[in-house]
């Protein structure tokens, strides 16, 4: 097979991995209700499934961190979109290969939450190393395509719903297992590059002894956090404010977060040679305690979801800006970095929303008190940032001077 030699190739192959990402993290979900009724598993089990998706990426974080220069990126993205696809048609057909459905869709999400983990960890290094000049904006762009992802599977499973009805769900989840299948011959044949050569590479222990490296560490786990606060809440806001059901509140919860956090992300990546990376995290982290604070204090709850959707545009540069500034400022970060600093984004994510609800049981079942505690996070992405720009400004008067 020829292999294909400009990095433009290398970037659309990462973007469609992104996308391919989004749908299966995202697609399960809108089958509970079917998972419900006909395989009779039960709410609680079909919330575990979100929680097992997460378990199983961050083990990948940690793996790939340790081994992911060994085995070879490309090999592993390869054996990521297989992963992804098998796991993909293994949702249509493993549950009823078993006496007990669940097994089969645990296995499932295992086959693609496995691919899933993978691509997290290292696409981002990859766009990182493709020799472009604007490579805040490339990794801004790379992770909107996740959001367009989820967007559009969600707008076209929708249709297809209604067109076919919710029993041909397995020719749904099958039709969208050709999407990573065609990514797994681009990715046989475009060039990768990598960000620091064979041996070269800061180690995990040596990450860990680097203080710089643990400010980078709390801000992804407030990146993270942040985003996933609202978003895991915005349906039921939707539903609960506006008095919607439960397809319209998804609709105009998370569908609205997912555009805006896309928008964000993909008017820095048109702007970045104009916009400070600093500059553009600091005001998005101002503007989420904003939108965290209309949600809560808001007494229509029209312009509560609006607050809720607005948090989607204002954390959309908050991970893929923290990986750019952390790879300027470790440039031999390396696999190893990149691994971790997602676990410590998908540590936040994990985090976040069992807070929110945790601290609302705490004011009997007050969503609103959750949120407001919520407004912790981006006050920490706020933080770390501002400590960033005094520092980046100490350090250019001692070179003035």
Known sequence: ????????????????????????????????????????????KLGLLAT???????????????????????????????????????????????????????????????????????????????????????MSLLHSFYCWGHVLMVLISTAFFALFGIKNW???SMLWSLVPLCNIFYFMVVPIGHLTEEGKGHSITGLMRMKEFWLFFVLMLAAGASEMGMSQWSSAFAESGLKVSKSVGDLLGP????????????????????LSLHGFILGSSVLCIITYLIAVFSKNPFIALLGCGFTGFAVGIMWPGTLSLSSAA??????????????????????????????????QDSLNMGILFAILFPLVMAAGVSFLITKSRQARRKSDG
Request: proline content about 4%; hydrophobic content about 50%; overall charge positive.
């Open 170 to 172: 397995k020719i749904l």
């Open 52 to 138: 097992f998706n997460f378990v199983i990426q961050l083990c990948m974080d940690f793996l790939i961190a340790r081994w992911g220069d060994k085995i070879g990126y490309r090999r592993l993205l390869v054996a990521s979109h297989i992963l992804m696809f098998l796991g993909l048609n293994g949702l249509a057909f493993l549950p009823g290969w078993f006496p007990d459905p669940y097994i089969g869709l645990l296995l499932a999400i295992f086959l693609y939450a496995t691919g899933g983990g993978i691509i997290e960890v290292l696409v981002s290094p990859i766009v990182e190393a493709c020799p472009t000049e604007e490579k805040s904006g490339n």
């Open 255 to 274: 569908c609205m977060f997912a555009v805006l956090m896309g928008t964000s992300r993909l008017i820095y990546a048109k702007l970045s040679d104009k």
């Open 1 to 44: 097979m020829k292999r294909l030699t400009h990095y433009k190739h290398t970037l659309r192959a990462s973007y469609i991995s992104y996308m391919s990402h989004a749908i299966v993290n995202n697609f399960t979900s809108l089958l509970f209700v079917m998972f419900y009724t006909n395989f009779g598993i039960s709410l609680q």
């Open 330 to 363: 470790i440039p031999l970060g390396g696999t190893a970095m990149f691994a971790l600093l997602a676990l410590a984004g998908d540590v936040g994510c994990a985090l976040a929303p069992g807070y929110i609800g945790f601290v609302s049981g705490l004011f």
